[in-house]
């Protein structure tokens, strides 16, 4: 058993949340919320009610925007001086077009937001590695 973790596809905008379970078999979407200057203290809030014991932020990796994944780096560096919870860096390749076809599969709305469910296909990706042993659990380095 890990404990549940929150999964976290960030945007300039909104932040996509999901949830794992405890045991660190499957995560589901969780909320949105808007990225502004209260996003620190709600995503603690959240991850203190939901019980979390670690994060799981989606870093791009597409070589071809760097400035996305600097931007998102650089969030995370403020992150972690906001936070008390470990924190662990996962690869969000094609996170969005997998929950897109989530959406899809869920009857969403075309133009709905979809940041809940990126978050959730990064946490899904990750406990899945996790459980493979091809993942470490999130560390407060």
């Not at 905008?13 to 589901?28: E, F, K, N, T, Y």
Request: glycine share 6%; aromatic share 2%.
């Amino acid at each position: 058993m890990i404990g549940r973790l929150l999964g976290i596809d960030h945007g300039t905008v909104r932040i996509g949340l999901a949830i794992s379970d405890a045991l660190g078999i499957s995560a589901r979407e969780l909320d949105i919320i808007a990225n502004n200057d209260d996003t620190f203290t709600e995503i603690n809030r959240i991850a203190r009610e939901q019980n979390a014991v670690g994060l799981v932020i989606g870093i791009p990796t597409d070589e071809r925007n760097p400035k996305q994944s600097t931007i998102v780096l650089q969030w995370v560096k403020e992150l972690r001086e906001a936070t008390t919870l470990p924190i662990k860096l996962w690869d969000e390749v094609l996170s969005s077009a997998d929950a897109l076809e989530m959406a899809k599969e869920l009857r969403r709305k075309q133009g709905d937001p979809i940041d809940d469910l990126a978050a959730r296909v990064i946490l899904q990706s990750y406990v899945n590695a996790l459980s493979d042993g091809l993942a470490t659990p999130p560390s407060l380095d």
